[in-house]
């Protein structure tokens, strides 16, 4: 069965510092998206990307951070300097047609920023 | 947006017990989705179910999209079961709006 994979599994930066996350989404799927979990509390989307541009994003979702589809497969979430705050789980999706679609999760990055 | 609520918050089971987990939503729903997250933190998909019932081994679940719920049956527990459990649905848009999950602890 497909599934959607991600790397790394778990990264640790400093504070300020630029990480990429990469998601590799289920390949004929055209709906991409990007929640996070703080530890101890539930999942909240992040933002979603079709066809190309984000198509919305969540209040969370602030300049710090950016999506792209840089070659076709992969998905990736940028955040530009990061905080403390931003330790958290990171979970990549995918969807095929639309919203009455299953969405296939990935397994997840744990950021931690120290 | 939906609200997703989930009940109980906490269960703990012995093996070998059955039990019951519910999901309620606050609009109507095209699109729900059970998951699991082990202990690493990692997401399972286990039901994609907007309606009716579906089974898998000793897991199966239901949705009444009619009366905005649904529910998450786990009989014969095993450990292995143990973690969280979420629900999440739609709203209008795509984006996913997740319950804050039953938290399973199965003991031998």
């Known amino acids: 069965e497909p599934e959607v994979t991600q790397t790394p599994s778990h990264q640790v930066t400093q504070m300020g510092q630029e990480v990429i996350l990469r998601c590799v989404p289920i390949s004929n799927h055209l709906y991409f998206y990007w929640y996070r979990q703080i530890l101890g509390q539930k999942v909240e989307f992040l933002v979603s990307?079709?066809?190309?541009?984000?198509?919305?994003k969540s209040e969370i979702f602030d300049d710090q951070f950016s999506v792209e589809r840089p070659d076709g497969s992969n998905f990736t979430l940028k955040i530009r300097s990061t905080k403390l705050e931003d330790s958290a789980m990171y979970f990549c999706?995918?969807?095929?047609?639309?919203?009455?679609?299953?969405?296939?999760f990935g397994p997840g990055t744990r950021l931690t920023v120290t | 947006g939906i609200q997703v609520e989930q009940s109980p918050p906490d269960l703990i089971l012995q093996e070998g017990a059955n039990s019951t987990l519910r999901c309620n939503f606050s609009?109507?729903?095209?699109?729900l989705q059970w998951f699991h997250q082990n202990p690493w933190g990692q997401l399972i998909n286990l039901f994609y179910?907007?309606?009716g019932t579906k089974q898998n081994g000793r897991l199966s679940a239901t949705t009444v999209a009619t009366e905005r719920y649904s529910l998450l049956y786990i009989s014969s527990s095993q450990t292995t079961d143990s973690g969280v459990y979420f629900c999440a649905a739609p709203n209008t848009g795509n984006q996913f709006y997740f319950g804050t999950g039953t938290s399973l602890t199965v003991i031998p």
């Open positions: 990307f079709y066809n190309n541009e984000i198509s919305e």
């Open positions: 999706a995918s969807q095929g047609e639309g919203r009455f679609y299953e969405q296939y």
């Open positions: 609009d109507s729903v095209n699109n």
């Open positions: 179910i907007p309606s």
